[in-house]
């Protein structure tokens, strides 16, 4: 029996698909409604799909039911699910739904209609790959194929009529040896890292933290469709930079003063040592409230940007998130400076609402 | 051996060959009944499309079969049991289940082909929907080939969203007329008055007056019978197939929705009894006659699987293999009738007992002439009440959350009867096919005591919509008030108003 119902599930699976992207601006504001699953696999809530008819309200209904209590006793834990038990309403449930990165991915793209990332210098990126190809009579006796070999001295000894069917001793001799043989084939390699930078001086409170949370998250998932080896590295900063793992950069706050030189500094540094721009994509995405220590270091982040950083990434791409304290001059002298320049994405994230427009500013570039 | 069989393993075929056996000699009467093997995805598919392997194709099959297939891969539940209501029967068995789980589900089976077979509401039904459902699926497939997928599928939901407005009773009533009575166009009636031979006293005895007014009673008559329907239509996809402006496939697709409704309908409506009398004789065949001693412990653990209860259901197997039970032991011991009825000593009612033995032949009697609602009028009694601790509960608005309401018997049995009556759905009718005179049409909900779900309603009412093309409206009753619920293609309104 074929499984005719792979028709139907497909089917369905559109129609989440499809509900999915009708809330998408509910999912991309609130991070906790995805729950995330493994590694490729997201889970999302779904409000159930259903076929309305004309039925009661459960409320107005009530029912039967059998055990303990005493009326007045509250009915717990209360099952919503009734799968066609008499008359047992099913409530409202919520469906969830296992999709992949790469689908919602796909869905992100579509529904901001985000351009496909060309990655850059396609053709110079290239990494060799060995693989086993085929079989050669000559080789090294680390990589001889037993089977073949096997069967190479069987059909000689057969041919030559010194095979004895009662006695089957198959003994290879030099000439049958086989063994396997490699090719070396180029596979362009589309290298990326996300160097995410975030100032985590006084000003920036857990709101704002998990706005950038929230952004990270669906940046990451975009990248990843286009980039099979996505890499990722944290940097905060106050006064000075340092780099950090995911976790401590989420929760780490400090409360010193702010030079966002410094994390340009580190994130320069890890660009010119570890992703040389011929073989890799490099993202940098710095988050602040706009507040800089002085004008003078202002200057040096924009030298730095439009001389070092630029021209060896792909995109550089800055999120002002709003903050009571913060002046959000920064992303102002940036558009003076350098926002002419097409690998410079600038968006100003007031809420969590505006995350969803923002997402389309950073990733509409198709850069 | 019959051929059909051949495609079970020997194993199963000799355990189904003693099944079978013990099945009929208890007197269980069915029809030939074909197992299959089946692989966990081929079986989710299989109960994703209601038991049958070959459904018309719709997206809702999907979803049933994503949500089985979590659960079996979380270990929630493994389908035990799926039978087709046909001739032969079909029913299915999960292949890495262990043979004392094929047993139970083996004796369990027979149980239901026995009950479809024999009780009186199954006896409309169509023992070749196997090959029903298929023609279906092949009728809206082409369909779809030639329309379009989402066309198509879009029209089943309508139809769908409508499918419980059919008329749970009508398969065992005559409704209306024979159609060609009804389409002749009566002659208008004059009034004629009174009979009399004596010209000149005509007028005295049929005064003017009196002629008008019986004129105008005739000519309301008239109107009346012109009215569609003459008396309101409980089969409102039966309404809409004759009346509204269907293309011709969508005619086509509507009927089978409504076909595969009243199919199914039955078996909605004798739930409790027909899981209660599956299980009975599982529990019979297994525990007399067909376990062996190993077996006992995986047997005792899923069949009490099977009758779990918690508070906030009803477990349909539960209630009905102990009605069954309870109604069998009532008849042996003779605790019915006008002198138990009459005894007013707990003590003596206890202990009564007269030996009849009457007991296996009652409940097969009561398995033929009864559906849920009689049988639960009939043989639910208080002392049953008691003993399985039935409560009514309801929602409490000031704790925002569900309570026990009542161990009341009248009021437990009132509202089980009440979630029974016309299959749990509310009774909805065509009233007039051509409301306020302008091909408007209305529906309206005879309210016992139940308000509808209103944001559904509406949706309801939007593909009704669809289907009519003409504004729709629903009469019913909110918080004990006539509402008029109106939806004319673009907007919802409503106002008070009564029927």
Known sequence: MSLKIKQDHARFRDIVRGRIKQNLKKYVQKGEMLGKKGKDFVTIPVPTIDIPHFRFGERSQGGVGQGEGEPGDPLSPQEADGSGKAGQGEGQHILEVDVSLDELADILGEELALPRIEPRGKDRIVATRLKYTGISPSGPESLRHFKRTYKQALKRQIASGSYNWRRPVIVPYREDRRYRTWKQVPIPETNAVVIYMMDVSGSMGDEQKEIVRIESFWIDTWLRRHYKGLETRYVIHDAVAREVDRQTFFHTRESGGTMISSAYKLALEMIESDYPSSSWNVYPFHFSDGDNWSADDTRLCVELLSEKILPAVNLFAYGQVESPYGSGQFIKDLKEAIGARENVALSEIADKDAIYASIKTFLGSGR | MDPKHTQLPARLHDIRKRIEGHARAYGLDFFDTVFEVLKFDEINMVAAYGGFPNRYPHWRFGMEYERLSKGYEYGLSKIYEM??????????????????????????????????????????????????????????????????????????????????????????????????????????????????????????????????????????????????????????????????????????????????????????????????????????????????????IDYADHH?????????????????????????????????????????????????????????????????????????????????????????????????????????????????????????????????????????????????????????????????????????????????RGMLFHFDGKEHSERRADL
């Not at chain 2, 009564?352 to 002439?369: N, P, T």
Request: proline share 3%.
């Open chain 2, 83 to 296: 039978v087709i209501n046909n001739d032969p029967s079909y029913a299915y068995l999960l292949e890495s289940n262990a043979d004392v789980d094929q047993k139970l589900v083996m004796a369990h089976v027979f149980g239901h082909v026995d009950f479809f077979k024999n009780n009186f509401m199954f006896r409309h039904t169509n023992r070749k929907m196997m090959d029903q459902m298929a023609n279906h699926a092949t009728r809206v497939r082409r369909y779809q080939d030639k329309l379009g997928v989402e066309m198509v599928e879009d029209f089943i939901d309508r139809c769908l969203s409508l499918e419980n407005l059919i008329d749970y009773q009508a398969p065992y009533v005559k409704r209306r007329a024979d159609r060609s009575a009804r389409d002749e166009e009566p002659e208008r009636k004059m009034a004629v008055g009174f009979k009399t031979e004596r010209e000149y006293m005509r007028e005295y005895i049929n005064p003017a007056a009196f002629l008008e007014a019986q004129q105008k009673r005739l000519d309301a008559e008239a109107a009346k019978k012109k009215k569609l329907p003459e008396r309101p239509e409980r089969d409102v996809l039966l309404f809409l197939l004759e009346n509204a402006p269907l293309e011709r496939w969508e005619h086509d697709v509507l009927s089978i929705v409504r076909e595969e409704a009243y199919y199914l309908a039955p078996q909605g409506q004798t739930k409790i009894m027909n899981e209660g009398w599956a299980t009975y004789w599982h529990s019979k065949i297994m525990t007399e006659k067909a376990l062996d001693a190993s077996e006992i």
């Open chain 2, 304 to 480: 009490s699987g099977t009758l779990a209860t918690s508070p906030g259901q009803l477990n349909p197997y539960k209630l009905g293999v102990e009605l069954w039970r309870d109604v069998e032991d009532r008849w042996n011991k003779g605790r019915f009738g006008k002198e138990y009825d009459e005894c007013d000593s707990f003590v003596q009612r206890r202990n009564w007992d007269k030996k009849l033995g009457l007991g296996r032949q009652k409940i097969f009697e009561v398995r033929k002439h009864y559906n849920d609602v009689t049988f639960i009028d009939e043989f639910l009694t208080l002392e049953f009440a008691v003993d399985q601790k039935l409560f009514t509960f309801g929602y409490d608005e000031k704790h925002q959350r569900w309570e026990i309401r009542d161990r009341e018997f009248r009021k437990v049995k009132e509202k089980l009867l009440q979630m029974l009556t016309n299959f749990g759905q509310p009774v909805i009718a065509v009233e007039d096919g051509n409301h306020e005179n302008r091909g408007e049409l209305l529906l309206a909900h005879r309210h016992e005591g139940v308000d509808l779900k209103l944001d559904y309603a509406r949706d309801t009412l939007r593909n009704l919509h669809s289907l009519w093309r003409r504004p729709v409206n629903l009469v019913t009753r909110v918080e004990g």
